[in-house]
């Protein structure tokens, strides 16, 4: 694609406009670039002689490794006059939940401002600093990240102020042709499933923010800057964009596949696997003394793209059963073209439930919000999950025509 061209679809992403060249076509040879290269070398003039406010983190640089805050702030004719930062901080090292306050960039000297704190949406005065917003994070393509709801807020926010919002588009990395598990119900809304998304939702961030804008569910004017060469069935390791985990937590590709599954024992007295070497791909309990029986119940199901197995782990303090030594059961990809992380989830709930309905316990107010519904604890407790997962496969196929109109890539 021309440089003209890309800077023709860069503009007709923005919202209610018509792309003229959409889906993009990927030219899959040269590699993925990433938004933040697509808006220097071609789309600059959508933040040139503007004041710029960023959100960004760790996860925002160019396939050199140098972060956008750097790339924008030594821009020709660029202002950046205000960083924002989400959770675990603008260089992505605090620990999850942890709150994070007001600080100042080393490096450039701008203020950095909290939306993971005091102040979850920016201020009127922290707005007044900018002309423009910039978002530029790498998503997981969950749900219950918060990333994404914490710059939803911001975009909203940003929007009944007047000022433009714009998105520096990054891959999905489970595969943005993949849509899983149930649609939100908005009485369970919070910062982890603001508005009515499937929980593995399918969608690059920038796809996502053109849908919650499109459908008025945000109030913001959204431009996305496009990647270049990007196809929706890509994996991330196929995107050729240095990985660096997109949070402290999420630590591989195959973590980032479960996830969007072996995040709903953080609603249990089970562990979620951190405090280990390898979160969300372990799960277990200081009970869970037949972990031996259990896998083998789970790999008798056959479900598709896993394998269990046993092991020992130390958990280190801070966390679930911090400082004993537990068994847990082991998730292995075999498949990751086949695996279905939100049903693997569900699975593995009920089998632990029933063999432990003592000492498994929801913690209700965490496990609701995270399954955006009080459906998934009864299903577990009745024993009604094939109905449930039913019911979740018809609501990521509503979902999937629901996002067609908003799509950008093929």
Do not use: M, W
């Given at each position: 694609m021309s440089p003209s061209g890309l800077r023709t679809l860069a503009l007709a992403v923005a919202i209610g406009v018509p792309a003229?060249?959409?889906p993009i076509r990927a030219q899959v040879s040269t590699g993925v670039i990433p938004g933040v290269e697509v808006l220097l070398s071609d789309s600059l003039h959508l933040i040139r002689g503007k004041r710029v406010g960023l959100l960004t983190n760790h996860s925002g640089r160019d396939r050199k490794g140098t972060s956008t805050i750097d790339?924008?702030?030594k821009a020709p004719g660029v202002k950046l006059t205000a960083l924002f930062a989400a959770e675990h901080g603008i260089r992505g090292v605090a620990r999850a939940g942890e709150r994070i306050g007001t600080t100042v960039d080393s490096a450039t000297g701008i203020t950095v401002y909290s939306l993971y704190g005091e102040t979850p949406i920016p201020t009127k005065e922290m707005l007044d600093q900018i002309d423009v917003l910039v978002y530029d994070i790498q998503d997981v393509g969950a749900r219950v990240y918060t990333f994404e709801w914490t710059f939803a807020n911001a975009a909203n926010a940003a929007g009944a102020a007047g000022k433009p919002v714009i998105v520096l588009d990054r891959p999905d990395p489970i595969r943005a042709d993949r849509i899983?598990?149930?649609?939100?119900?908005t009485a369970f809304a919070s910062l982890v499933g603001q508005h009515t998304v499937a929980l593995r939702y399918g969608l690059t961030v920038g796809e996502l923010m053109r849908f919650l804008a499109g459908t008025k569910r945000i109030?913001?004017?959204?431009t996305v800057v496009p990647m270049k060469n990007y196809r929706r069935s890509m994996w991330f390791d196929e995107t050729g964009i240095p990985r660096v985990n997109p949070s402290p937590n999420l630590r591989s590709?195959?973590?980032?596949i479960l996830y969007p599954g072996t995040v709903l024992f953080e609603g249990t007295t089970a562990t979620e696997g951190r405090g280990t070497d390898s979160p969300f791909t372990l799960i277990g309990a200081s009970w869970l003394t037949d972990n031996a029986a259990l896998a083998a119940e789970l790999n008798a199901r056959r479900l598709?793209?896993?394998?269990?197995?046993?092991?020992t782990r130390k958990i280190d303090s801070g966390y679930k059963f911090g400082g004993q030594t537990i068994p847990m059961v082991r998730v292995s990809v075999t498949d990751r073209n086949a695996v279905r992380p939100v049903e693997l989830g569900i699975r593995m709930l009920r089998a632990m439930y029933a063999r432990h309905p003592?000492?498994?316990q929801w913690r209700?107010?965490?496990?609701d919000r995270l399954a955006g519904t009080d459906k998934l604890r009864a299903a577990v407790e009745r024993d009604s999950v094939d109905a449930l997962i039913r019911e979740w496969d018809a609501d990521a196929a509503r979902f999937a025509g629901m996002v067609r109109p908003f799509l950008i890539y093929r």
């Open positions: 003229t060249r959409s790339l924008l702030f899983e598990g149930n649609i939100l119900d109030n913001a004017k959204i590709l195959e973590a980032e598709p793209g896993v394998r269990f197995d046993t092991v003592q000492d498994f209700q107010r965490q496990i």
